[in-house]
């Protein structure tokens, strides 16, 4: 991603153009998306959670990330806990139904993982799902880029 | 204008749109993108990239390509610039101006020395603040002010409604609403060294609060030492047509070191710095000493009053107001406005006003209102955020100190 946006800028700087590096986030194929910005990295039953680049980027320097505990049980589209940023503060939503087995303990110290790597290291919990099938309910990579540009494209 | 803070305004344009009614939203918000006001730097700003919300009826940057973080932390180290031409500024002229206008404010106007200012509040009958202003007496028959944006049909209602029985009576006051200029704010340790390269005064004898008539970047302007930021820098009035042309020179001259900033980080430097925003800190409630502006009430205007709201406000000078703005430390989640603040023991003493993530400090700071005699500095304190309490302390304010140019 920052070599996108480095490539991109410099581009813009040779063309006199200005970039809203915005419009660059990124989108990874794998994964599911909510229409709460949310992406689910499915292995079997297990799913691991987080939030999109197009959402930290919007979010800005993220301070703050409120875990649930470990054990809770979080429903699909239901708020399981918070970013906040300087600019913001902003629910996070579970793309799908389960049990929290394990929460990113990084976060606690290092909240901005979130920003510089918000598809690896920047993971927020993992769950045990109860219905495999809710994930035919999110959307792929490719709506996924389309539904942000159209979000972006009304302000 | 409770709605209006820019932490609220920072959430339209995250996540938080997708999961409410989306149609009721983007209808509401199309309609008013289209009546936005637009500064004439608009323009200006989408070139350098700068993220436009709506603020107060107007379309403005809450950030550029810098985040939040740096462009607070560049204010600090060198400077930065801020359109703030959707506030607006105001002439009120004639004999009588400074009678008049002592009616409606806290401030000793009569005992300010002609190009010097204040920061002052209009007040209501109840003592109450209908808003916080910076007004300089430019001499004995011209006071020039500028009010928040968001209170700007309010104020002009209020003076208006003042001055047409004034002058009724006789008073000598006229007011010239100054929509022909634009306002710029350069604040920073930088600040008056790039301003001295394009105007031939000497600045290094224009102190804090001081006010001058002068030629920058050749146009006429008025220049306030002033800002929001806690730093030292200047307020520019530049007339429309010349305000894009000053922005790009203040920029240039600067060598790239003051960075264009928006509302975002102007909130989180006006938070360190402990200043309050009008419509979360302040509000038509709250009187100037429970807001911690006694030091505004000019020592004349304590003896004899005269200002609208005075009888209250005098009494809770004498006998100390019920409640009084303070200023948080906090762990966990940063406090934000309306979060509610608990004793040791688990008893509600009092509510955020306004809270964040200090880039600075790299610690979340908060202000808000406690009741009297709870407001002391080292008071440990819960204050609840989601639902979960987190611990607090009450600290002196501002939270990071404050380097006004002053005569030394």
């Known amino acids: 991603m920052a070599s996108r946006l480095l490539w991109a800028s410099r581009a813009a700087s040779h063309l006199r153009i200005s970039v809203f590096h915005r419009g660059f986030s990124s989108v990874i194929k794998d994964l599911k998306y909510a229409d709460s910005h949310e992406w689910v990295k499915v292995d079997g039953n297990s799913a691991t959670v987080g939030i999109t680049d197009h959402a930290q980027d ?19 589209g239901a708020s399981f806990g918070a970013v906040e940023s300087v600019k913001a503060t902003s629910d996070i939503n579970a793309p799908v139904s389960g049990k929290v087995v394990e929460v990113n303990e990084e976060l606690n110290s290092s909240p901005a993982l979130v920003n510089s790597s918000p598809y690896t290291d920047g993971w927020i919990i993992k769950v045990e799902m109860d219905n495999t099938g809710e994930v035919k309910k999110l959307m792929d990579a490719d709506q996924y880029t389309t539904f942000c540009e159209e979000e972006d494209s009304k302000h | 204008m409770r709605g209006g803070s820019l932490w609220q305004l920072g959430q339209s344009i995250t996540r938080r749109l997708a999961q409410a009614d989306k149609k009721t939203i983007a209808r509401r918000h199309f309609s008013a993108d289209a009546d936005l006001k637009k500064t004439v730097l608009y323009d200006f700003h989408v070139a350098n990239g700068a993220k436009m919300v709506p603020f107060a009826g107007w379309s403005m940057p809450i950030q550029y390509k810098d985040s939040i973080m740096e462009s607070t932390l560049n204010c600090r180290q060198n400077g930065s610039l801020f359109d703030v031409s959707h506030m607006c500024g105001l002439s009120l002229m004639g004999k009588d101006c400074i009678t008049f206008l ?32 910076v007004i300089t007496k430019v001499k004995d028959d011209h006071i020039y002010l500028v009010v928040n944006a968001g209170c700007r049909d309010k104020d002009l209602a209020h003076i208006e409604e ?19 200029r634009s306002l710029l704010a350069l604040q ?50 530049v007339p429309s047509e010349h305000a894009v042309d000053l922005a790009k020179a203040i920029l240039e001259k600067s060598e790239g070191k003051v960075r264009l900033t928006g509302l975002g980080a102007r909130d989180s430097l006006r938070l360190e710095a402990a200043l309050c925003l009008y419509g979360n800190d302040m509000e038509q409630h709250v009187t100037p000493v429970e807001a911690g502006l006694t030091w505004a009430i000019g020592k004349r ?15 809770q000078l004498e006998e100390g107001p019920p409640i009084r703005r303070v200023g948080f430390f906090s762990s966990g989640p ?28 790299k610690r979340n700071i908060a202000m808000g209102y406690v009741k009297s005699g709870l407001h002391k500095a080292g008071t440990k304190v819960k204050i609840e955020v989601r639902g979960k309490a987190y ?10 100190p404050s380097k006004y140019y002053k005569p030394s």
């Open chain 2, 162 to 180: 003042h001055m047409k029985s004034y002058t009724a009576k006789g008073g000598d006051v006229s007011w010239h609403i100054h929509d022909e």
């Open chain 2, 188 to 237: 920073g340790p930088l600040a008056a060294q790039v301003l001295q390269h394009l105007t031939k005064d000497d600045l290094s004898k224009l102190y804090f609060g001081g006010f001058r008539i002068l030629d920058i970047n050749g146009a006429s302007c008025f220049l306030t030492r002033t800002g929001y930021t806690g730093e030292d820098g200047f307020e520019i009035s």
């Open chain 2, 334 to 361: 940063p406090a934000r406005s309306h979060s509610k603040v608990y004793n040791e023991q688990g008893n509600p003493i009092g509510e955020i006003t306004s809270g964040g993530f200090s880039p600075c400090l």
């Open chain 2, 391 to 400: 611990d607090g302390n009450i600290t002196k304010m501002p939270f990071v």
């Open chain 1, 58 to 76: 919007h979010l800005g320097d993220v301070v703050y990330v409120e875990l649930p505990d470990v054990g809770t049980t979080v429903k699909q």
């Open chain 2, 102 to 133: 002592e009616k409606l404010v806290i401030a000793d106007v009569a005992g300010l020395a002609p190009g010097t200012g204040t920061l002052t509040v209009f007040t209501n009958e109840q003592g109450g603040a209908i808003d916080d202003s």
């Open chain 2, 301 to 315: 205007r304590r003896a004899e009053g005269g200002f609208l709201g005075a009888e209250k406000i005098l009494k």
